[in-house]
């Protein structure tokens, strides 16, 4: 039996490549819960793949990563099932989260906890790759003497505070940067393979000035803002670290910036379980409700502190005694950590099953 995996039109993932241990996009490949979920479905004589070797029209199944819009008007045939799985959050695809996309297919999975409904929205946690983690190291206390203060690595920032109600956490992400960056040169690093131009290009009121201003002058506008933020930003950045060496860099450092992409609830990325194999203790922010998934003593909660300058405080100040207590939590957490919650293959387990399920009533109704 054929299914569909659609995936964003583009070369690092087309082909089966999201299947692959190859990097996407210059960073680590995270698609290992979905070459999990293609072994899985294998077992039972099922063969997933991207839409360009198994068209979505040739297979009984489609699972759709991130992509709706194709959908929306899609003819599908008899006999077929229709899925979507919310990957990225909404800060990236805000269409995608809309609830009137999903219309056209019979159950969506995501890491949302809170839109499960156990029908029509199937829970699975944010699946993580714990096979390939080294084994946790101690830090000495020469270690921690020998070590800087802090690093934070990153490519996704928004240099305007976001709309009300947004979840986004990419303009505190880059608000950090900054002051670190101004205040703490020589104890903080930013690693970084580059931040989209159209970024430093886009601020708030901008489409008010195209209305109002000619052309020209809206031009030299934007590009005297974008020319700010890129110098500000590629004073400090040290450039891109390759995949496999991330958590080598991350353990130079006491501490390392933590931010999610998103407070969305359920989305726990491999950004925070990174530092903690890597024995570097995060300052998290993210998902409001971090302490139910990871114990407290693990991380810093960013949200304890008013101001970037408090944080810097306290990290500064924070002794060895104190700084091997948060390591001795770590190494306790990666090494029972609950692989039934976030590994790849409990995780694809969860929607292979559902999967499996639907193809069995769906076979019960056809005889």
């Known amino acids: 039996m054929k299914a569909t995996l659609v995936v964003l039109n583009e070369a690092d993932f087309l082909q089966n490549r999201i299947f692959s241990d190859l990097p996407i996009n210059g960073v680590k490949n995270y698609g290992y819960m979905f070459a999990e979920l293609r072994r899985q479905l294998a077992e039972h004589g099922i063969d997933l793949a991207t839409q360009d070797l ?215 990325s491999e950004k925070l379980f990174d530092c903690l194999f890597a024995g570097c203790v995060p300052v998290y922010l993210g998902e409001p409700n971090i302490k139910q998934f990871v114990p407290q003593d693990c991380f810093i909660d960013r949200r304890a502190f008013s101001t970037d300058a408090e944080l810097a405080r306290f990290l500064s100040q924070m002794p060895y005694t104190e700084y091997s207590k948060y390591i001795a939590a770590m190494r306790q957490f990666v090494q029972g950590v609950e692989r039934q919650k976030f590994g790849s293959e409990s995780n694809a387990q969860r929607i292979a099953n559902v999967l499996m399920t639907d193809l069995a009533v769906l076979s019960a109704k056809a005889n």
């Open 54 to 268: 198994h068209p979505p029209e040739q297979s009984t199944l489609v699972i759709s990563l991130d992509v709706v819009d194709y959908f929306q008007t899609y003819q599908r045939r008899p006999g077929q099932l229709l899925y979507l799985l919310l990957n990225e959050p909404a800060t990236y695809y805000p269409e995608v989260w809309k609830k009137e996309n999903h219309a056209p297919f019979d159950r969506t999975f995501t890491w949302d906890y809170t839109l499960a409904d156990g029908e029509k929205y199937i829970h699975h946690y944010f699946a993580i790759d714990l096979d390939n983690y080294p084994p946790f190291q101690e830090v000495s206390e020469a270690e921690f003497n020998r070590r800087k203060l802090l690093v934070l690595m990153a490519g996704m920032f928004q240099f305007t505070a976001p709309k009300v109600g947004s979840r986004s956490l990419l303009y505190t992400r880059y608000r950090t940067l900054r002051w670190f960056g101004q205040h703490m040169p020589e104890q903080f690093a930013f690693y970084s393979r580059g931040i989209d131009p159209a970024l430093y290009r886009s601020f708030r009121g901008l489409g008010v000035l195209k209305r109002v201003l000619p052309r020209v002058i809206t031009n030299r506008l934007v590009d005297a803002v974008a020319t700010q933020r890129r110098r500000a930003v590629e004073a400090i950045n040290r450039g891109p670290v390759p995949p496999l060496d991330k958590l080598t860099v991350i353990r130079s450092y006491r501490f390392v910036v933590c931010y999610e992409n998103t407070s969305t609830p359920g989305y726990i």
